[in-house]
């Protein structure tokens, strides 16, 4: 072989190795792109649905109220049908977080399955005949809880996705 064919084929197994040591780059940023939008999407779902179960159960306990101040004759009836959508409500949550389990990362999902099972077992929903003002009040401490934790679990998700860090890096550039 010439010294010119080794000055080739040395070029040749140098831009091989520089485009496969690319591609293989450039498959790793992708993937990681992919991952990081399929968490933020999910996450934005996630916080959609916590926003919509904290506002349907405050107006569920409003309308709790409101049927304490005025009762009528079908209340046992109404206070069943709110007590059916609380539940109809925490229990798609449930399922949500289980049909997106394989995506959230663990430090994330336990704390949104510890959240779910407070929901569960929170008092909520109180038999009819234990109803009161004082009920209410209870409510309403479960219902400030509800929103603690929610809120902590908006920090949490903040810090996994490092919203401060990607908002001051943004800064930076465009300063």
């Given at each position: 072989m010439r010294?010119?064919?080794w000055i080739t084929l040395s070029?040749?197994?140098?831009?091989?190795?520089?485009?496969?040591?690319n591609y293989?780059?450039?498959?790793r940023f992708e993937n990681s792109n992919h991952l990081y939008?399929?968490?933020?999407?999910?996450?934005?779902?996630?916080l959609t649905r916590?926003?919509?179960?904290?506002?349907?159960?405050?107006?569920?306990?409003?309308q709790a109220e409101l049927l304490l101040k005025k009762p009528k004759d079908d209340i046992e009836e109404k206070f069943e049908q709110l007590a059916d959508q609380i539940d109809n409500i925490i229990f798609d949550f449930?399922?949500?977080?289980?049909?997106?389990?394989?995506?959230?990362?663990?430090?994330?999902?336990?704390?949104?399955?510890?959240?779910?099972?407070f929901l569960i077992n929170s008092e909520?929903?109180?038999?009819?005949?234990?109803?009161?003002?004082n009920s209410m009040a209870v409510l309403n401490s479960v219902y400030e809880d509800i929103l603690q934790k929610a809120n902590e679990i908006n920090e949490l998700i903040r810090k996994n996705i490092y919203v401060d860090k990607l908002n001051e890096s943004l800064y930076k550039r465009l300063k």
């Open positions: 010294s010119t064919d070029a040749s197994m140098g831009a091989l190795l520089f485009s496969l040591l293989l780059r450039s498959a939008k399929l968490k933020v999407e999910l996450y934005t779902q996630i916590l926003s919509s179960l904290a506002d349907n159960i405050a107006n569920s306990i409003v449930d399922h949500f977080l289980l049909s997106n389990s394989l995506v959230i990362p663990k430090r994330v999902l336990s704390k949104l399955e510890v959240f779910n099972k909520l929903t109180p038999e009819i005949h234990e109803l009161s003002n």
